[in-house]
C-alpha cells in the first residue's frame, strides 16, 4: 500500500474506531433511560445499579408477566386487574379496556399508566409483548407452551 | 493477491459485467420470491399464538435484514473509496442507498402492520424501533449529500463520511432488543444459537430471504449500470452504446 492511501485508512479508521467509543459510552451512560419499562422489581426495590424508584403519580410503564391465576375480571364491565411479575415481588395492574389479542395469562405484557400505591398500576394502555419463538400449534401443544385466550361476553362488549 | 479484481476498477468492464449479471439474477429472484411467498402465506402452518398474522414475518424480518446488510454494503464501498479513492464505489453506494431506504420504509410498516394486531399499538418509542427509523434518516442523509453536489466526486466523499459514521447504528439496531427492554421481541433468525422457529417455519423464511436477497442485488446491478453511465455520459465508450442503441 503507498503511502497516501496507508495515511487516509489510517484517517478513516481512527474516526471510524473514535465515533465507536464516543457512541459506546454515551449508550452506555444512558442505558437505563433507554429502557421502555420497569420491571416489578424495580418498582419496588428500585432499578438496580442506580436505585432509582418510580414516585406514587408518576406516569411510567411497566413490563412483566401476567401471574397465571391473578387476573380477576367485572363480569358488568371492561374493568380487569391482574397481578405482573418478573422474578421478585408483584405488581397489581388495573385496567378498564379491551385488552389485546395476545393477551393471556403467563403472557409478557407492557402496561402504561400512572403509579397509584407502591405496587399498584392504574394502566390506561396495556400492550402484549411476544416472544421470538413460532411453532405450530401441534407443537406448541407438545411442548406444553399453550396458553388460554381471554373471551369477552356480550355483556361486557356492549358497555 | 487482489490483481485479479484490478480490471474491474475500468467503469466500462464493470459496466459490462454488471450487465450481464443482471438478468440472472433477476431471473434466481423472480423463481425464488414466488416459491417462498406462496409456501409462507399458504402452507407453513399457522403460529400457536399469533394465527396467521405470523405470516407477515416473511416479508417484515427479510426487509429489516436486508435494510441493514445494504447499509453496510454502502459503508463498506464509500470506506473503500475514500481509502483507495475507487470512483466506482461511490457509483455502487449512490445506487444502493435509495434501494435500503426502501426495504427500511417496508421494515417500518409492516413492522406497524403487525404491531396493531399483536402487541395493541402502530408505534412505540421502543430502541429497537427508534433506531430503525433513525436508519431510515441516515438513508435518506445518504441520499440527499448524493444529489446535494454537482462534482460527483465531493458528493461520494461527503455521503461517504456520513454513511461510515452512521454505520455505528448497524450493531445498535441488531443488539437494541438485547441491551434494554424493549416491546420488540428478541432475534428469531439472526443469531449464533439454533433460529427459534420451528423448521417447517424456517426453509421458506430462508427462500424468502434469499430471494429477496436477489432482488435486491439485481436491483442494485440495474441502478450501478444507469449510474456509470450518467457519471462517464462524456466518455467515448458510452457514445459508442449510445450511438449502437440508436441504430437499432
Not at chain 1, 454515551?26 to 432509582?52: C, M, R
Not at chain 2, 424480518?61 to 436486508?66: C, D, E, H, K
Not at chain 2, 466506482?88 to 427500511?104: C, E, K, Q, V
Not at chain 2, 457519471?231 to 465508450?237: D, F, G, L, V
Request: glycine share 8%; charged share 15%; aromatic share 10%.
Amino acid at each position: 500500500m503507498n503511502p497516501r492511501r496507508k495515511k487516509r485508512l489510517t484517517i478513516v479508521s481512527s474516526i471510524l474506531l473514535g465515533i465507536a467509543a464516543v457512541a459506546g459510552l454515551t449508550l452506555y451512560a444512558l442505558s437505563q433511560n433507554i429502557d421502555l419499562f420497569y420491571t416489578p422489581t424495580e418498582i419496588v426495590q428500585g432499578k438496580t445499579d442506580t436505585g432509582i424508584k418510580p414516585v406514587i403519580g408518576q406516569r411510567i410503564r411497566i413490563g412483566g408477566l401476567v401471574v397465571p391465576g391473578s387476573v380477576k375480571r367485572d363480569s358488568e364491565s371492561l374493568k380487569v386487574s391482574f397481578q405482573l411479575v418478573d422474578k421478585g415481588p408483584m405488581v397489581t395492574v388495573n385496567f378498564d379496556g379491551i385488552l389485546p389479542d395476545l393477551f393471556r395469562e403467563g403472557q409478557g405484557i407492557v402496561a402504561n399508566g400512572t403509579l397509584v400505591g407502591a405496587d399498584v398500576l392504574e394502566a390506561s394502555e396495556v400492550l402484549a409483548k411476544h416472544d421470538e419463538n413460532y411453532m405450530p400449534k401441534e407443537i406448541a401443544e407438545a411442548v406444553g407452551e399453550n396458553h388460554q385466550k381471554l373471551d369477552y361476553n356480550d355483556k361486557q362488549l356492549s358497555n | 493477491m487482489w490483481k485479479w479484481l484490478h480490471p474491474y476498477a475500468n467503469p466500462e468492464v464493470s459496466y459490462h459485467f454488471s450487465v450481464k449479471l443482471t438478468p440472472w439474477l433477476t431471473a434466481i429472484a423472480a423463481i425464488l420470491i414466488p416459491v417462498g411467498i406462496v409456501w409462507a402465506l399458504a402452507f407453513v402452518p399457522a403460529d400457536y399464538q399469533q394465527g396467521d398474522s405470523f405470516r407477515i414475518f416473511y416479508l417484515h424480518v427479510p426487509a429489516a435484514m436486508l435494510s441493514m446488510g445494504i447499509y453496510v454494503g454502502i459503508a463498506i464501498a464509500a470506506f473503500s473509496s475514500l481509502v483507495w479513492q475507487l470512483k466506482l464505489a461511490d457509483a455502487s453506494a449512490a445506487a444502493l442507498a435509495p434501494i435500503g431506504a426502501i426495504f427500511t420504509v417496508i421494515a417500518l410498516f409492516t413492522g406497524a402492520a403487525w404491531g396493531k394486531p399483536m402487541w395493541g399499538t402502530w408505534w412505540i418509542w421502543d430502541a429497537r424501533l427508534t433506531s430503525e427509523l433513525i436508519l431510515l434518516f441516515l438513508y435518506l442523509g445518504v441520499i440527499a449529500l448524493h444529489n446535494a453536489f454537482d462534482d460527483k466526486n465531493l458528493a461520494g466523499k461527503a455521503a461517504g463520511i456520513l454513511s461510515i459514521v452512521g454505520v455505528i447504528n448497524i450493531p445498535i439496531i441488531h443488539y437494541s432488543v438485547e441491551w434494554w427492554n424493549t416491546l420488540h421481541q428478541g432475534a428469531t433468525v439472526s443469531k449464533l444459537d439454533k433460529p427459534s422457529m420451528s423448521v417447517e417455519m424456517l426453509w421458506p423464511f430462508l427462500i424468502c430471504f434469499l430471494g429477496f436477497s436477489f432482488f435486491v442485488a439485481a436491483l442494485g446491478c440495474k441502478r450501478f449500470c444507469t449510474e456509470v453511465l450518467a457519471r462517464n455520459s462524456m466518455r467515448p465508450w458510452v457514445r459508442a452504446l449510445a450511438t449502437a442503441q440508436e441504430k437499432k
